[in-house]
Each structure stands twice: as C-alpha cells, then as structure tokens.
C-alpha cells in the first residue's frame, strides 16, 4: 500500500511537470489544457486553479453517470492543478527555439511515464477519463466518446486564447504508445484479499488511460 501510495503521489506531481514544461514550451498544449489555458488568460486565476475547478465540475458529472470516484480521483482533482502552478513558477522561460523543444519533448515523455505511474498505482481513474467511460457506459464508442470531449474542449479552449500547435498534435501522437508501454512496466501487484483464492481473485489489470493520467 504505501509503495502504491508513494507512486500515485509522484504521478500526480510529475503530471503537474508535464503540463508546466508543455504549457512553457509555447508550442501547443494539450487539448484539456488548450482549454485551462484559454479560462485563465479570459477570465484571470491561474491555469492550476483552472484545472481544479474543470476536474471538480467534471467529476460532478459522475453522479448521473453512476460513476464511483477512488482515492487517486479526488487527489487527481486537487493535486494536479497544484503542482502545475508550482512548476510554472520555478522552472525557468526557455526563450531559445531549442530550449523550447526540449522542454515538449520532455513534457511528453515525462507525461506518459507520470500516466504510468498514476494509473498503475491503481487507485481510480481521473475525472476525465471517468466521464469518457462513464458517458461509453450508456452504449457509445469510447473512441467516439473521446473525440467528441477532446476536440469540444480543444475548439472552446481555442476561442478563448489558449495555445494550439505542433505540440498539441505531438502530444496526442504521442500519449498513447508512451502509456502503452510504461503502465505495465509500472502497474503495481494489489494482494488477494483471500490468499487461498483461485486466480480470479488476483490483481486487475489497469484500464488504458483515455485522456492521460492528470486528466
């Protein structure tokens, strides 16, 4: 458990560093921070404030759809808006194109290896996903589903002055394979709650992460 803990808690704080190298690169955010993003620079807070409050709405909209928030849920909601502003804060404005890209590159990969630690931890999907499968639930295509949230929030995110480009597009490239591979290098083995049980009381394995670990 607390091997488990320690690796949700990290995830949520290296998602937070994804997003601040990522919004920092000025290179194209992701389609959820497109959005923060864009209610910040129209209406004032910062984007971590942002983040908390689109995650608690989000999440408000798992009652209707029956879904059940975990451990890792309401952290998701809090943390990673919190540890979004601390990184915009300390980490340096790269000016220089290089600097730029490196910090894109870094925040992808620093993105995916922070899904892998979140979701591998194995304590509840973030309230984006959790809308995503809950609103699949009711007979749509998860893909569909997905598509329809991702680019709705990119559009607003958009119109309201939030920053679309390359990285939007590597990102969403990109997330997926880098999931694919670090969740199960990373997924934690939970105990039986019956150690005489038959395998199918063993670990579960994590669900694919729909719209990324923070998100």
Do not use: C
């Not at 704080?13 to 955010?29: C, E, K, M, T």
């Not at 890209?101 to 993105?111: D, P, Q, T």
């Not at 609103?135 to 929030?153: F, K, P």
Request: hydrophobic share 50%.
């Amino acid at each position: 458990m607390m091997r488990r803990l320690v690796q949700l808690y990290a995830g949520l704080a290296l998602y937070g560093l994804g997003i601040a190298l990522q919004v920092d690169s000025a290179l194209g955010n992701d389609p959820w921070d497109v959005f923060h993003q864009g209610l910040s620079r129209q209406f004032g807070l910062s984007i971590g404030v942002w983040i908390i409050i689109i995650g608690a709405v989000v999440m408000l909209a798992w009652i209707p759809l029956r879904q059940k928030p975990g451990l890792g849920t309401i952290s998701n909601v809090i943390l990673v808006g919190v540890f979004a502003d601390l990184f915009l804060h300390l980490l340096p404005d790269p000016s220089a194109p290089a600097a730029r890209w490196a910090y894109l590159i870094a925040a992808i990969v620093v993105g995916g290896f922070a899904t892998g630690l979140y979701i591998g931890a194995g304590f509840g999907a973030g309230p984006r996903d959790g809308l995503t499968t809950g609103l699949a639930a009711r007979g749509h295509s998860i893909r569909v589903v997905r598509t329809v949230i991702e680019l709705s929030v990119l559009a607003v995110g958009w119109l309201l002055g939030g920053t679309v480009g390359i990285g939007t597009l590597l990102y969403a490239v990109a997330i997926g394979p880098l999931a694919h591979v670090f969740i199960p290098l990373l997924e934690t083995k939970k105990p039986s709650a019956d150690p005489s049980a038959g395998p199918s009381a063993g670990p579960q394995p994590s669900p694919e992460p729909l719209v990324g670990a923070g998100q």
